[in-house]
């Protein structure tokens, strides 16, 4: 299990530079929360991450066979997730909670 602050490329149609900020989101274990470059925060399919080494950044494969096919995970639930968590942070910034 990856620990928290790892870094991680995630996968949905393209490698995105991420970090674990928790590793185990639901009871399954299948889940767990990342934080973009960007700052935007989601859930992800563990599935669909891979460590990442920050001396050599070059990302994985493009290849979809590069992940299983359970864990290639739809770009539009990936985006609504991120949308979702994005709009969020923005009420709670706009508010000066974060």
Same mark, same amino acid.
């Given at each position: 299990?990856?620990?928290?602050?790892?870094?991680?490329?995630?996968?949905?149609?393209?490698?995105?530079?991420?970090?674990?900020?928790?590793?185990?989101?639901?009871?399954?274990?299948?889940?767990?929360?990342?934080?973009?470059?960007?700052?935007?925060?989601?859930?992800?399919?563990?599935?669909?991450?891979?460590?990442?080494?920050?001396?050599?950044?070059?990302?994985?494969?493009?290849?979809?066979? !590069?992940?299983?096919?359970?864990?290639?995970?739809?770009?539009?639930? $990936?985006?609504?997730? $991120?949308?979702?968590? !994005?709009?969020?942070?923005?009420?709670?910034?706009?508010?000066?909670?974060?």
């Amino acid at each position: 299990m990856l620990k928290e602050h790892t870094p991680v490329w995630v996968w949905d149609s393209y490698w995105w530079p991420a970090y674990v900020v928790l590793p185990a989101l639901d009871l399954d274990g299948d889940l767990m929360l990342v934080r973009f470059e960007n700052g935007v925060t989601a859930p992800v399919k563990t599935a669909g991450v891979r460590c990442r080494d920050l001396a050599r950044p070059t990302e994985p494969s493009t290849s979809t066979s !590069a992940l299983p096919q359970r864990g290639r995970m739809p770009s539009q639930q $990936v985006s609504a997730n $991120v949308l979702a968590v !994005a709009a969020l942070a923005d009420v709670k910034s706009s508010r000066g909670f974060i």
